[in-house]
């Protein structure tokens, strides 16, 4: 039970920055937040399903005890804990006293938004622990190889290095999907089929060009697939761009909309056109539309409320601000993920100097190089996932991949040269 509350209260917060557009964007149209949990509970609005929960309970609250406000203050004690629940409490003591709810909802707005740049600047501080972690794991396993002070099986040493690895690949992972890149299942399976075959590749006759071959393969395959979903983001923030300006120029939002999508040349968004053209509401044509996360998102917050809110530019402004502020936030973390880079530079580094010093002594030498060269193997390529995910959305589809794998390769190969 306590498992399930806290993932509903996780789904709350993940949430809640939707929650507060759409309804910034009702009152803008002088309506409350008991007409939107109306809205919700009867399908008026599209939200996510722990908001619905909350919904259909706040009716059955207010239909029992008779007073919105009461009704409000009694769910923020059943909800407890979540961003929501001191947020209700704190519009219902407006709702009594000075009644401007509206410019409460937006500064709450602005605050969350905030909140979703810090909470990603923390996921990196972890990502660079790791990363830092990542270095003296791999120096370390290679002194263990060399100095007889504690014999550790090689595969033990590997599953160590991929472990730490792949922690990194989810942890950044995590970092792209609250900056909604599109997070495809394929895209996924590709990442990880390589990041697990690597111990493999290395072991095949003419490793070198058998780990590229793969690569390629892979590259090509998720770069096109990852490239026709970007499109459409594209395409989105594109029209929702001009949409914002029509509206700023007085025009409906209904028909800034209609007029700014019947340009695109996308099936799915041709498909949200004709919804609108047919007059059906937005809950209506997001049912029936498949596109990538951040399109969703973008077409979800204007559609929601688009029958609350032709005028209005309160809520456009709303949508504009939380596009900018995911943009900026984007830009961001790849300047962040240039410092990554260093951290792969200076490993490769440590290796060759290991190298170097284990070059003076040939009896420690012996047997042992092969296996130092491919722990600096493993750990340059799995340092650099974060890298291309970060900046691309998908580590095989980025070109970043490509050059650190060949980084690898020919710092494996260099090595054993010179030995």
């Not at 039970?1 to 002088?30: H, P, W």
């Not at 629940?85 to 709810?101: E, K, M, N």
């Not at 792209?176 to 290395?202: N, S, W």
Request: charged share 15%.
């Amino acid at each position: 039970m306590k498992i399930v509350f806290q993932r509903f209260n996780k789904c709350l917060d993940e949430y809640f920055s939707d929650f507060l557009i759409t309804l910034s964007a009702l009152e803008a149209g002088g309506l409350k937040i008991y007409d939107l949990f109306t809205a919700i509970h009867e399908g008026e609005i599209s939200m996510a399903k722990c908001y619905v929960h909350v919904a259909n309970w706040y009716v059955v609250l207010e239909k029992s005890l008779g007073d919105p406000h009461v009704a409000l203050q009694e769910l923020s004690r059943d909800l407890r804990v979540s961003k929501l629940a001191s947020f209700l409490r704190g519009y219902s003591d407006i709702l009594v006293t000075s009644g401007d709810t509206k410019t409460y909802v937006n500064s709450s707005l602005r605050a969350e938004l905030s909140n979703i740049k810090a909470r990603i600047e923390e996921s990196l501080r972890i990502l660079e622990t790791l990363y830092e972690s990542t270095i003296a794991l791999v120096l370390t396993l290679s002194l263990l190889v060399v100095l007889p002070i504690w014999s550790l099986p090689a595969w033990i040493s590997v599953s160590i290095i991929q472990c730490i690895g792949l922690i990194s690949y989810l942890l950044a992972l995590r970092v792209i999907k609250r900056l909604y890149y599109p997070t495809h299942t394929l895209l996924l399976l590709c990442d990880l089929l390589y990041l697990l075959l690597l111990p493999i590749l290395y072991s095949l006759p003419g490793m070198g060009l058998t780990t590229l071959v793969v690569l390629t393969i892979l590259h090509i395959s998720t770069k096109r697939f990852l490239g026709n979903l970007l499109n459409v983001d594209v395409e989105v923030v594109k029209i929702f761009r001009e949409v914002y300006s029509s509206v700023l120029l007085g025009r409906s939002l209904d028909l800034a909309l209609v007029e700014s999508l019947s340009k695109s040349q996308l099936d799915a968004l041709r498909a949200v056109n004709i919804g609108l053209s047919r007059g059906l509401e937005g809950y209506e044509i997001l049912s029936r539309v498949k596109v990538p996360t951040l399109s969703s998102k973008i077409l979800t917050l204007i559609l929601n409320p688009l029958k609350y809110s032709y005028t209005s530019t309160a809520h456009v402004t709303a949508v504009n601000t939380f596009i900018e502020e995911l943009m900026s936030t984007r830009v961001f973390v790849k300047e962040r993920s240039r410092l990554y880079i260093l951290y792969i530079l200076i490993l490769a580094l440590l290796i060759s100097v290991s190298y170097k010093m284990l070059s003076q002594f040939p009896l420690l030498a012996q047997g042992n190089t092969e296996l130092i060269s491919f722990y600096g193997y493993l750990g340059i390529i799995l340092l650099s996932t974060p890298v291309g995910l970060v900046n691309d959305g998908c580590y095989t589809a980025s070109r970043i991949s490509i050059a650190f794998t060949i980084i690898a390769l020919g710092l494996t190969l260099l090595l054993n040269i010179t030995m």
